[in-house]
Nanobody, 121 residues
């Protein structure tokens, strides 16, 4: 009933920028935390950034000062602006959100399908 769809990944040179988008759709009553995770080959999935509906944020130390998370509540969309990209940022980036649908009176955690970000010259 709820889907998260990411877009905006691709190939970029070191030092470049990308903006990822993730739109939640379906029978949505409320969204709490929205965030981005990433998983590089052979590594565990890790939190990149999270943004609560209160406005508070969490960032991985490795991206602080380079990445910015934001959201448009009217569009149920979260963004990740990535600047000064490094080869070590190469990974599949996954959107994650805690969503309450009209069908269930509690929050459920959802994942997007992932979008590839490759930083290489």
């Amino acid at each position: 009933q709820v889907q998260l769809v990411e877009s905006g990944g691709g190939l970029v040179q070191p030092g470049g920028s990308l903006r990822l988008s993730c739109a939640a759709s379906g029978s949505i009553r409320s969204i709490n935390t929205m965030g981005w995770y990433r998983q590089a080959p052979g590594k565990q999935r890790e939190l990149v950034a999270a943004l609560r509906d209160s406005g508070s944020t969490n960032y991985a130390d490795s991206v602080k000062g380079r990445f910015t998370i934001s959201r448009d509540n009217a569009k149920n969309t979260v963004y990740l602006r990535m600047n000064s990209l490094k080869p070590e940022d190469t990974a599949v980036y996954y959107c994650n959100a805690d969503v309450m649908s009209w069908a269930e009176p509690y929050f459920r955690n959802y994942w997007g399908q992932g979008t590839q970000v490759t930083v290489s010259s």
